[in-house]
């Protein structure tokens, strides 16, 4: 099946920094990638959807200045979480969906995640 | 918004059958899903049913939904101790594209 790749797996950081989380689609392109955070015990809560080429779509309450989000490529997305505060420890996973897969079932393919812990 | 509730613990015995249930809010729903998420990973999807559909069976993977009542469940026949792992379940509405999911339902499987 497609492969999505996240980078790092793993990430602590002082608080105030910035840290960029990488999301590659290894063997498609993906025009759409989303965009998720996990609390523990929680369930996956969406942040934004990025489209190529385009500005990311955030969900309501989530802050597009501090999540900055780039979908430089159709097989690479980025997140940043800038000046990064304890609150926002958490479990960040990616996805992506084919370039022309769309309607039917809508499948998404989901990276591995990355743990942020914020000192 | 929509809402997706799931039971959070389910306990097993290797070989019996595990039931996982979900109920769901939005009755524009147009896919329902079935993921696993193993420790430390992303989500694997494992089986979807079409909202027009009552049941979907897939090897040890059997799917009911009842549309009336908006609940879905997933049951796993000869559960195997490597079927222990969080699962979600997730709708999407007819409108987006994205999904909502539930809080996951983790299931252990002893020996």
């Known amino acids: 099946g497609a492969v999505v790749s996240q980078h790092p797996s793993w990430v602590i950081c002082k608080s105030g920094t910035s840290v960029k989380i990488e999301c590659r689609s290894l063997d498609f392109q993906a025009t759409t990638m989303f965009w998720y955070r996990q609390f523990p015990k929680q369930s996956l809560m969406l942040m934004a959807t990025s489209n190529e080429g385009s500005k990311a779509t955030y969900e309501q309450g989530v802050e597009k200045d501090k999540f900055l989000i780039n979908h430089a490529s159709l097989t690479l997305s980025t997140l940043t979480v800038t000046s990064a505060h304890p609150e926002d420890s958490s479990f960040y996973i990616c996805s992506a969906r084919p370039f022309g897969l769309a309607g039917g079932y809508n499948e998404q393919f989901f990276g591995p995640g990355t743990r942020l812990t914020v000192l | ?111």
């Open chain 2, 1 to 111: 918004g929509e809402d997706v509730e799931q039971s959070l613990f389910l306990s097993v015995r290797e070989g019996d059958s595990s039931v996982i249930n979900c109920t769901y809010t939005d009755s524009s729903s147009t896919y329902l899903y079935w993921y696993k998420q193993e420790p430390g990973a992303g989500l694997q999807l494992l089986t979807y049913i079409f909202s027009n559909m009552d049941m979907k069976q897939d090897q040890r993977l059997t799917v009911l939904l009842n549309k009336k009542d908006k609940h879905l469940s997933l049951r796993i026949a000869d559960t195997q101790t490597g079927d222990s792992a969080i699962y979600f379940c997730a709708e999407r509405n007819s409108g987006y594209s994205t999904l909502t999911f539930g809080k996951g339902t983790m299931l252990l499987v002893s020996p």
